[in-house]
């Protein structure tokens, strides 16, 4: 009777424990953009974090859930890429709204039916980033309806979804760069994202998922710990300032 006992529990301990992993995968990549988020509400200063963050995460779930109806990979995985494009439009209105209240010299609007593409993710009201991820997707659901039987295409998808999610971090590392500071970026923020991309790496190998899941997820977490890096680099270094032009 004991074998069967500590079979039932071992059965129970494994559904229990994949059952955790899987609800960490889906909420788990939004909770490092929580003290982002935050510092920019509390400071009322978007300027430290760089908004094609959102542009890469946008564009990486949208053809990630695109990339499912042609190769069925775990739900949670699908669940994860919904939940993310949520977060990534909440930041962008928060980005929006402190932007154009904190501004003091402001231009005139930009929007995205001006298809002005000097200004691309520069809008200055939100329902243009809404405008513009409705017609990215239109767009990239036709062509992936076409060639959905397409072994090749769904392979490319796949890549392309991961390898843009991959390189979210350099627009920030740019960022960094540029300002040599890494001034108003939630540091608590890219520690999150290096244990996130850190686990989600074993998650994709341990699940056996897809190769174009763990060989990204890979890439990830060395582009995280670059950008930790730049934090004890710039740590006592005053941020750069452009030269005024008289």
């Given amino acids: 009777m004991e074998p069967v006992v500590e079979e039932v529990r071992d059965i ?25 988020y935050r510092e920019i509400y ?7 974090f760089s908004m094609y963050v959102c542009l890469a995460l946008l564009v ?16 949670p995985l699908l669940f994860q890429s919904i939940v993310m494009n949520i977060m990534m439009l909440l ?16 231009g005139p609007d930009r929007y995205f039916t001006d298809f002005d593409w000097h200004y691309f993710w520069q809008w200055t009201d939100f329902q243009s980033y809404i405008d513009f991820l409705i017609a990215m997707s239109i767009c990239l659901s036709v062509i992936t309806f076409i060639f959905l039987h397409n072994v090749i295409f769904i392979e490319i998808i796949g890549f392309l979804a991961l390898l843009t999610e991959a390189m979210l971090g350099v627009p920030q ?74």
Avoid at 13 to 36: A, D, E, H, L, N
Avoid at 42 to 47: F, G, L, S, Y
Avoid at 191 to 207: E, P
Avoid at 213 to 220: I, V
Wanted: glycine content about 6%; hydrophobic content about 40%; some cysteine.
């Fill in 12 to 36: 129970t301990v494994r559904k229990v424990t994949r059952w955790c992993c899987s609800t960490i995968m889906v909420f788990g990549g939004v909770v490092p953009y929580i003290p982002q």
């Fill in 42 to 48: 509390i400071k009322q200063d978007a300027e430290g």
């Fill in 60 to 75: 990486a779930n949208t053809l990630r859930i695109l990339f499912w109806f042609g190769k069925r990979y775990e739900l």
């Fill in 91 to 106: 930041m962008i209105h928060l980005c929006v709204k402190v932007r154009n209240k904190t501004q003091l010299i402001r």
């Fill in 173 to 246: 590392l740019v960022k960094n760069l540029r300002n040599r500071s890494t001034e108003g970026m939630s540091v608590t923020m890219v520690l999150l994202w290096t244990t996130g991309d850190a686990f989600k790496t074993c998650y994709f190998v341990s699940r056996k998922a897809p190769l174009q899941f763990w060989m990204c997820g890979t890439l990830q977490v060395m582009i995280d710990l670059t950008i930790l890096g730049q934090v004890v680099w710039y740590r006592n270094e005053p941020p750069y300032k452009m030269p005024r032009i008289d």
